[in-house]
T-cell receptor, first 113, second 109 residues
Framework: GEEVAQTPKHLVRGEGQKAKLYCAPI?????VFWYQQVLKNEFKFLIS????????ETGMPKERFSAKCLPNSPCSLEIQATKLEDSAVYFC???????????FGQGTRLTVV | QKEVEQDPGPLSVPEGAIVSLNCTYS??????FMWYRQYSRKGPELLMY????GNKEDGRFTAQVDKSSKYISLFIRDSQPSDSATYLC?????????FGKGTRLSVIA
């Protein structure tokens, strides 16, 4: 597609439940990035993929967070056993190369109650 | 010291004013510089992309990069109420984008 598509727009989970977020990158883009935006506009990098391979996962919490980009499927970010502190907007972005313009989706607002 | 510093504002200007937004950074390895506009409850929208030092103009927007001073700017000419948003600088080398905290801009009609 011509834009990064993220679903769902909003997600509410009780503490301890699982949350799964999806991202379809722009067609032809090889790189996918996940960012977490919390209060005061802080963008925290989580993980990036080059096609279906993990490119950089230095920002991923070691526990509870996992992500995949499989061929012919939307990329996904999964949070096991959500905590209140996971409440944030999760943005996906894609780019043609690892350092050219990154285009963002509209985000998934996760609220953990 | 944060890698990227950006004054959060808020910045309020009258319609038609020239707006100057800027960021400083500490990592001399950064080569790619971007400005994003983010409306409330929306995703960041890429406005300008610049490689290395220099100027780039696109309509009412001009981006400047001064690598020697580690300083980047975004100028908005003839500002409009529709420009009211948060403006984020972002930069990288071959690494994930590092964002500033964003400057909240209000253009008053």
């Amino acid at each position: 597609g011509e834009e990064v598509a993220q679903t769902p727009k909003h997600l509410v989970r009780g503490e301890g439940q699982k949350a799964k977020l999806y991202c379809a990158p722009i067609k032809g883009h090889s790189y996918v990035f996940w960012y977490q935006q919390v209060l005061k506009n802080e963008f925290k990098f989580l993980i990036s993929f080059q096609n279906e391979n993990v490119f950089d996962e230095t920002g991923m919490p070691k526990e509870r967070f996992s992500a995949k980009c499989l061929p012919n499927s939307p990329c996904s970010l999964e949070i096991q056993a959500t905590k209140l502190e996971d409440s944030a907007v999760y943005f996906c972005a894609s780019s043609q190369t690892g350092h050219t313009e990154a285009f963002f989706g509209q985000g998934t607002r996760l609220t953990v109650v | 010291q944060k890698e990227v510093e950006q004054d959060p504002g808020p910045l309020s200007v009258p319609e038609g004013a020239i707006v100057s937004l800027n960021c400083t950074y500490s990592n001399s390895a950064f080569q790619y510089f971007m400005w994003y506009r983010q409306y409330s409850r929306k995703g960041p929208e890429l406005l300008m992309y610049t490689y290395s030092s220099g100027n780039k103009e696109d309509g009412r927007f001009t981006a400047q990069v001064d690598k020697s001073s580690k300083y980047i700017s975004l100028f908005i000419r003839d500002s409009q109420p529709s420009d009211s948003a948060t403006y984020l600088c972002a930069m990288n080398s071959n690494t994930p984008l590092v964002f500033g905290k964003g400057t909240r801009l209000s253009v008053i009609a």
